[in-house]
């Protein structure tokens, strides 16, 4: 084999002169532009690392923000539960309490209607028996109307106090009496002697009738009344059985 050590030469020169207008213009504006997309790759991996630093900060944060929010909503709900069973517990005394209230013055009120309706029928009784007893007297005959009750009178007028029995028929004035019917004369006589028996000295009296007393006499004097009448007694005896006073 035969080699053209010229053409072989020539080649070579060929070919390092066509590496090194490669290189010169083709090679260093590729490896500027690499060497820049290298550049620009490198800071767009900066800036996606400090987003991606800066994301998963923000997404801690926002994990603590959320547990944080989660604590206080449990803090809340804790606290929004104890008032609530302290505004039950307080709502339930209050109503207790107003329910006792109304037992009580349910209590009450039926108390005062029993009673009221106890009276009211203690009343309706004893009018009946005042009624009944009062038409009974009036069948009783006329003389023991005045008759029987002068020396009651006379007796009654006896326990007034001293001073109090000076002043009645003081000076001559007529002691006035009222009688349930029209006194005889022997009557009137018997009720001045027994008046001044236990007055001390000689009295008159005046005489009004009043046919309300039902039977009986009563004497009124400037500071004291005597009631010795039938009617009296029944007053008596319905206020005891009312309860409104005693017999």
């Given at each position: 084999m035969h080699i053209d050590w010229w053409t072989l030469?020539?080649?070579?020169?060929?070919?390092?002169v066509l590496v090194w207008i490669l290189s010169r213009f083709l090679f260093?504006?590729?490896?500027?532009?690499?060497?820049?997309?290298q550049a620009a790759s490198a800071d767009l991996l900066?800036?996606?690392?400090?987003?991606?630093?800066?994301?998963?900060?923000?997404?801690?944060?926002a994990e603590q923000d959320k547990e944080e929010a989660e604590r206080a909503r449990g803090e809340v709900l804790?606290?929004?539960?104890?008032?609530?069973?302290?505004?039950?517990?307080?709502i339930l005394a209050a109503a207790?309490?107003?329910?006792?209230?109304?037992?009580a013055q349910a209590k009450t009120d039926i108390e005062r209607l029993r009673q009221a309706e106890e009276a009211r029928s203690n009343r309706q009784a004893s009018e009946l028996a005042v009624e009944i007893a009062a038409k009974l007297f009036n069948r009783?005959?006329?003389?023991?109307?005045i008759g029987g009750f002068v020396d009651g009178l006379a007796e009654a007028v006896a326990k007034l106090p001293e001073r109090t029995r000076a002043e009645i028929g003081a000076a001559g004035a007529p002691v006035m009496v009222k009688a349930a019917q029209e006194m005889s004369p022997g009557e009137v006589t018997a009720l001045e002697a027994a008046l001044s028996k236990v007055l001390g000295c000689e009295v008159a009296v005046s005489v009004t009738?009043?046919?309300?007393?039902?039977?009986?006499?009563?004497?009124?004097?400037?500071?004291?009344?005597?009631?010795?009448?039938?009617?009296?007694?029944?007053?008596?005896?319905?206020?005891?059985?009312?309860?409104?006073?005693?017999?």
């Open positions: 030469g020539l080649q070579t020169i060929n070919l390092l260093r504006p590729i490896a500027g532009i690499i060497r820049e997309r900066k800036k996606a690392e400090v987003e991606r630093d800066k994301a998963d900060l923000e997404e801690r944060q804790k606290s929004a539960a104890k008032e609530a069973e302290a505004e039950k517990t307080q207790r309490q107003e329910a006792d209230k109304l037992r009783l005959p006329r003389n023991a109307r009738v009043d046919p309300e007393l039902i039977a009986g006499l009563e004497l009124e004097a400037a500071h004291a009344s005597v009631r010795n009448s039938f009617a009296a007694d029944l007053d008596r005896i319905a206020n005891g059985l009312t309860g409104d006073g005693q017999e």
